[in-house]
């Protein structure tokens, strides 16, 4: 999964994305544009999320792991 993904996934970016929707629906706003705002989103995320959250996570798993799953 891309990182993007996960911003997109959260509610921020699920209102964000029905909101840009509706808005292409109904002739308010261009796909193309509605495609730069979400761009946009990704990169301000990111951004945002580097300069603000100090603790990392790393998760581990092993494929014998995966296997019984």
Known sequence: ???????RR???GMCLTETL???VQNGTLS???AIQV????DKSM???LEAQVKT???IKITFERLLAL
């Open 1 to 7: 999964m891309a990182t993007f993904e996960l911003y």
């Open 10 to 12: 959260s509610t921020i």
């Open 21 to 23: 929707d509706g808005m």
């Open 31 to 33: 796909p193309e544009l």
């Open 38 to 41: 979400l761009v946009q989103f």
């Open 46 to 48: 990111t951004e945002a």
């Open 56 to 58: 990392k996570v790393t």
